[in-house]
């Protein structure tokens, strides 16, 4: 009896369109949004997650009607990421129908904004996304979908944005990203060990035994993953037969 | 019929606002006194701090016609909505609650190998107590999604209709007479929290 470890699916939307990039590059359509989250939510999916993975100023009103059609049809946490700069970035979310919001760039740009955006809606809404790649020594955390490197190492940010309120950490392996050979369970574990917030692990899911091995090697609450759900390598129901089978608890 | 629900001003009362919807029942935001006229059941959804909370419904003079209606009407409280029934919070000792149970809200004990975290958040069991109208074509155990760091810990046991257990047992669901208040919520419980809140719909007292 305790808290379930929670199977989240990633919805990367691109222009109104489920799109699942490889290495954080290459963009292949998966199909819309809102009946992915659907078919995710009769799946069993825990929760749903949705990154605006361009984000653009232009774009921006397909997103929030895409997050409307989505909360109008799943009564599921929600949570919704991509291009959020300002408190009132996250408040227009909130009330478009987002449960929590994921931050990631910004955070870094201007840690305020998680200081700022828990304090008004408090830390359980706001996650904080990093992207990072082991550098031989730490993992080096990444701004703008991967792009830019920056100097902070992985654990020291989680800590900070931690303190500053967030009230859970997505985590982002780039070295594994779309690579389906599994999460970086030492990268997961090394910020499980030192948080007391959940951490969601994410990148590198191919095999079910990846998304086991994220919750007893990785020590991750919960499991983050896109391209096998969208492509129906994998179901949600297996992951949590084979999580249960493990004796850790899900939600059937 | 028509369900209020009530807007203090420092919550996202819209999912909830949307699971009624889609459940095909009439809702009204309940922003001001004046707006508790002509609504036939009550539902107070809550997040963040009890203090925040109770403050705000002072400021916005709602205090007066929730308390009116929580002895006439159907009432569903949601997470913060459960606690303000309490008389008071180890979140908020300067601001009293409700009083409806004379107990406090207190919270979570820490553990130190952060096997348990908090605030307690995800889907944890729901284990009833006792039958209620609420739990119809609900079974025992199941999960709900929960995100809260106080809870009810300490109540007359006729009160409790659920626990559930987070490092420590706590009371997950309590009634009395026309209340009915969750800790966790159903506006975000998939299938399960929809049943819950047809079933609030359907209830008549």
């Given at each position: 009896?305790?808290?379930?470890?929670?199977?989240?699916?990633?919805?990367?939307?691109?222009?109104?369109?489920?799109?699942?990039?490889?290495?954080?590059?290459?963009?292949?359509?998966?199909?819309?949004?809102?009946?992915?989250?659907?078919?995710?939510?009769?799946?069993?999916?825990?929760?749903?997650?949705?990154?605006?993975?361009?984000?653009?100023?232009?774009?921006?009103?397909?997103?929030?009607?895409?997050?409307?059609?989505?909360?109008?049809?799943?009564?599921?946490?929600?949570?919704?990421?991509?291009?959020?700069?300002?408190?009132?970035?996250?408040?227009?979310?909130?009330?478009?129908?987002?449960?929590?919001?994921?931050?990631?760039?910004?955070?870094?740009?201007?840690?305020?904004?998680?200081?700022?955006?828990?304090?008004?809606?408090?830390?359980q809404?706001?996650?904080?996304?990093?992207?990072?790649?082991?550098?031989?020594?730490?993992?080096?955390?990444?701004?703008?979908?991967?792009?830019?490197?920056?100097?902070?190492?992985?654990?020291?940010?989680?800590?900070?944005?931690?303190?500053?309120?967030?009230?859970?950490?997505?985590?982002?392996?780039?070295?594994?990203?779309?690579?389906?050979?599994?999460?970086?369970?030492?990268?997961?574990?090394?910020?499980?060990?030192?948080?007391?917030?959940?951490?969601?692990?994410?990148?590198?899911?191919?095999?079910?035994?990846?998304?086991?091995?994220?919750?007893?090697?990785?020590?991750?609450?919960?499991?983050?993953?896109?391209?096998?759900?969208?492509?129906?390598?994998?179901?949600?129901?297996?992951?949590?037969?084979?999580?249960?089978?493990?004796?850790?608890?899900?939600?059937? | 019929?028509?369900?209020?629900?009530?807007?203090?001003?420092?919550?996202?009362?819209?999912?909830?606002?949307?699971?009624?919807?889609?459940?095909?029942?009439?809702?009204?935001?309940?922003?001001?006194?004046?707006?508790?006229?002509?609504?036939?059941?009550?539902?107070?959804?809550?997040q963040?701090?009890?203090?925040?909370?109770?403050?705000?419904?002072?400021?916005?003079?709602?205090?007066?016609?929730?308390?009116?209606?929580?002895?006439?009407?159907?009432?569903?409280?949601?997470c913060l909505?459960l606690q303000?029934?309490?008389?008071?919070?180890?979140?908020?000792?300067?601001?009293?609650?409700?009083?409806?149970?004379?107990?406090?809200?207190?919270?979570f004990?820490?553990?130190?190998?952060?096997?348990?975290?908090i605030p307690h958040m995800?889907?944890?069991?729901?284990?009833?107590?006792?039958?209620?109208?609420?739990?119809?074509?609900?079974?025992?155990?199941?999960?709900?999604?929960f995100v809260h760091s106080y809870a009810?810990?300490?109540?007359?046991?006729?009160?409790?209709?659920?626990?559930?257990?987070h490092?420590?047992?706590f009371?997950?669901?309590?009634?009395?007479?026309?209340?009915?208040?969750?800790q966790f919520h159903?506006?975000?419980?998939?299938?399960?929290?929809?049943?819950?809140?047809?079933?609030?719909?359907?209830?008549?007292?």
């Amino acid at each position: 009896m305790s808290v379930t470890i929670r199977i989240i699916p990633c919805l990367d939307v691109r222009e109104g369109r489920v799109v699942k990039g490889i290495n954080f590059e290459d963009i292949a359509d998966a199909g819309d949004p809102a009946e992915a989250a659907q078919r995710y939510d009769k799946e069993g999916a825990d929760e749903i997650c949705m990154l605006d993975i361009d984000a653009s100023y232009e774009a921006r009103s397909t997103t929030l009607e895409t997050v409307e059609k989505i909360a109008n049809q799943v009564f599921i946490p929600f949570t919704v990421g991509g291009g959020i700069k300002s408190v009132n970035d996250v408040e227009v979310l909130l009330k478009t129908g987002a449960d929590k919001v994921s931050i990631n760039t910004s955070a870094i740009i201007n840690p305020k904004l998680v200081e700022e955006a828990s304090r008004e809606f408090g830390s359980q809404c706001i996650v904080v996304a990093i992207d990072a790649k082991f550098n031989g020594k730490d993992w080096s955390v990444y701004t703008h979908g991967g792009k830019n490197k920056t100097d902070l190492d992985a654990l020291s940010w989680s800590k900070k944005v931690e303190q500053l309120g967030a009230g859970e950490i997505l985590m982002t392996s780039m070295d594994k990203d779309g690579t389906k050979s599994g999460f970086d369970n030492i990268l997961n574990q090394t910020l499980a060990d030192n948080l007391n917030i959940p951490l969601i692990a994410s990148g590198g899911a191919g095999e079910l035994d990846h998304l086991v091995d994220a919750v007893k090697l990785g020590k991750a609450d919960a499991v983050l993953a896109a391209s096998i759900f969208h492509y129906k390598e994998i179901s949600i129901k297996k992951v949590k037969e084979a999580l249960k089978n493990q004796g850790l608890s899900v939600r059937l | 019929m028509k369900i209020g629900v009530i807007d203090y001003g420092a919550s996202n009362i819209f999912s909830v606002v949307r699971a009624f919807n889609s459940l095909g029942a009439s809702t009204k935001v309940l922003k001001k006194s004046k707006d508790f006229e002509n609504i036939d059941k009550l539902v107070f959804p809550g997040q963040g701090s009890m203090g925040a909370c109770l403050k705000k419904l002072s400021e916005n003079d709602l205090r007066d016609s929730l308390i009116f209606s929580l002895k006439n009407l159907p009432f569903l409280g949601i997470c913060l909505g459960l606690q303000i029934l309490f008389s008071e919070s180890e979140e908020s000792e300067d601001e009293k609650g409700l009083g409806i149970f004379p107990e406090k809200i207190k919270k979570f004990s820490e553990f130190k190998d952060r096997t348990i975290k908090i605030p307690h958040m995800g889907w944890n069991q729901v284990e009833f107590s006792q039958s209620h109208f609420i739990w119809e074509g609900l079974e025992s155990s199941k999960d709900f999604y929960f995100v809260h760091s106080y809870a009810s810990k300490e109540i007359d046991e006729k009160y409790i209709y659920s626990k559930t257990f987070h490092g420590e047992s706590f009371n997950s669901a309590v009634a009395k007479d026309n209340i009915f208040a969750t800790q966790f919520h159903p506006e975000k419980s998939g299938k399960s929290g929809l049943n819950l809140l047809q079933n609030f719909i359907d209830w008549k007292i």
